[in-house]
């Protein structure tokens, strides 16, 4: 069986969970082999992980360097090269985009980026927001696929996790080098893209003082908080917590709009949400569309009410 | 320092966007077309680059249909030199690594070179996210990605990159590619007098022919990847709407529970 070869995600050692998901997709292409590049030491600390969710294989690229993305790219280059994969797998972040990117370009190999599902055919898009459901095919041998976390469940599976070291090559190309890091220090509440519910504000919020109260039902609900463009733009909330087109895409089990008017700028990235509730005073607002349940109504009144509601069912 | 800034037409995040049914390719004539946001802040960005170093030159990057020369106009307006349009229908369906390829053609035959070039983060309809990396990558320079700050000081670049991920600082030598994010800076209005100035700048057409661009390397049947379908998601139908009566925070608290959601 073919190699699939996936490329863990990882934060100083700390594995994210984005890469089980890739570990459970690749099973369905072919046999998994985990691709760890980091600091001396990384691989030692994931290799359990990494063998409980079925990696058969497990390459060990370790490198001080300092060189920006560019140690994954060549390290992943010559295991196309060596390795001939069925297909390369990384999550869809920032960095995991870009080594994906760059590894195309450099491999000749299709991309298919942002997808939702993978299967021997082709993998799914949910594109301009989930408004439309595409799917497409690599023309090419061993394409590069970016996977959308959260969009695959993990299973567990025992694998061998042989390890075998690798080289990271000389690149061919000059490279960025890093002289400093600060990763981002995240709240008590979920992250946006991967919270189960996710409760946002938005222009009928009023104020930055109010999204107080935006916040406090979030956190009676255990949720992410969000904002519509028009809430970030009027400076109520920061531009990390937008939900929409020029935003964040959230799908998450519940999601509650305060105040939210429902333009599609705001829907295209919330309307995949199973279960939609809508507070606005205007009972003509878009959002009524879509939500599952609405209310017209002073989101000032009905939030507090709610979030009581909430607090008294869990005590 | 010669700076290049890679622009991009969009359909309007504020209108509705369409599939092309047939192909599976960006319904281009749907949708308002606008000059991607996040490419105005790399256009400011460019601008204030060559304010800092005298004896700079700005030169607009875009590949699109003919109607991209709106968004090449702004730029100019805004204050940018000059322009190079390839603009070819054998372009149309590229997908992301034949794009990147075209693009890196297209910025090496700039003829006054670069130091350095400027591009969005990611574009606002694609999502790829990955074409300024590509780009450099093609290029074999640096690609300094999702830049908050930028400087450049004695043939090098610094940039503070802010993803969702942290925050980390960059530095390579020039010639290099830096992409911006949405933190940048906020972008100039064009004043009248850009405007008027603006229709002067040269823009320089170019096929795929005189860009010296194989078209067998580009377009729709020869791309890496394939929309083999597409369809619109059935729209969330609407459910239940109520007045508020002094008792909607309790009756969604009711829904959420019959739907077992709290």
Known sequence: MAEVLVLVDHVEGEIKKSTYELLTA??????????????????????????????AKIYVAETDSTDFLTPQV?????????????????????????????????????????AVGVSPDGVTHSVFGG??????????????????PGSIEIEQADGAGAEQSVEVPASSGRSATVTAREPLVGGDRP???????????????????????????????????????????????????QVGQTGKT????????????????????????????????????????IADYGVVGDLFKVAPQLQEEIVKRKS | MNIVVLIKQVPDTYS?????????????????????????????????????????????????????????????????????????????????????????????SVDSGYDIVLAGNEASDGRSGAVPAMVADLLGVPALTHAREVTVEGGSVNVTRETDDGVTKLTAELPALVSVNEKINEPRYPSFKGIMAAKKKPVSTLSLADAGIDASQVGLANAL??????????????????????????????????????
């Open chain 1, 250 to 289: 959230v799908s998450p089990q519940l999601y509650i709009a305060l105040g939210i008017s429902g333009a599609i700028q705001h829907r295209a990235g919330m309307q995949t949400s199973k279960t939609i509730i809508a507070v606005n005073k205007d009972a003509e607002a878009p959002i009524f569309e």
């Open chain 1, 26 to 55: 690749a099973r369905g292409l072919g046999e998994p082999s985990a691709v760890v590049v980091g600091a001396a030491g990384t691989a030692g600390k994931l290799a359990d992980g990494l063998k409980a969710h079925g990696a």
């Open chain 2, 225 to 262: 990847s394939t929309v083999t379908s597409s369809q619109p998601k059935p729209p969330k139908s609407a459910g239940e709407k109520v007045e508020d009566e002094g008792d909607g925070g309790s009756k969604i608290a009711a829904y959420l529970v019959s739907q077992k959601l709290v």
């Open chain 2, 16 to 108: 509705e966007r369409k599939l092309d049914g047939s192909d599976g390719t960006l319904d281009r004539e749907a949708t308002d077309a606008v000059l991607d946001e996040i490419n105005e802040r790399a256009v400011e960005a460019a601008l204030q680059l060559k304010e800092a170093n005298d004896g700079s030159e700005v030169t607009v990057v875009a590949m699109g249909p003919d109607r991209a020369t709106d968004a090449i106009r702004k730029a100019l307006s805004m204050g940018a030199d000059k322009a190079v349009h390839l603009s070819d229908e054998a372009l149309h369906g590229s997908c992301a690594v034949q794009t990147s390829k075209a693009l890196a053609t297209l910025i090496s």
């Open chain 1, 74 to 114: 060549a390290v992943l280059a010559s295991l196309v090269e060596s390795a001939n994969p069925a297909a390369v797998l990384i999550s869809v972040s920032a960095d995991g985009k870009e080594i994906a990117g760059r590894l195309a370009v450099r491999t000749d190999s299709a991309l298919l980026g942002d």
């Open chain 1, 131 to 148: 408004a439309y459901i595409a799917e497409a095919k690599a023309n090419t041998d061993h394409p590069v696929i970016t996977l959308r």
């Open chain 1, 191 to 241: 992250e946006l893209t991967e919270a189960s519910v996710v409760v946002s504000g938005g222009r009928g919020v009023g104020s930055a003082e109010n999204f107080e109260l935006v916040e406090k039902l979030a956190d009676s609900l255990g949720a992410a908080v969000g904002a519509s463009r028009a809430a970030v733009d009027s400076g109520y909330y920061p531009h990390q917590f």
